[in-house]
């Protein structure tokens, strides 16, 4: 049973968990995606989200330079978490300016 299928359950009942640090690890990455999608949601915006592997591939840079870029102040980003997410909408309009 996955961890937050258990969690999420109406039982009620007292329970000891044993589990590996892989659990713990698949049960946090999870969690930290579930939050990501949450507070993406709650933004209103009216396109997705890309992640920084998706738009590396769309306009063909490395994530190193994308990096450059989001130091010198050219690229919008949104970061939740550890994740770094780019709305189409604005990386048309600073990939105009570079």
Known sequence: MKLTKFINSEDGANVQIVATSEVFSNFANELAESTARRVIAEMNTPDNPLSEKEVCKQIGKTRQTLAKYRREGKLRYHRIGREIYY????????????
């Open 87 to 98: 709305f189409p909408s604005q990386l048309r309009i600073d990939i105009q300016n570079f």
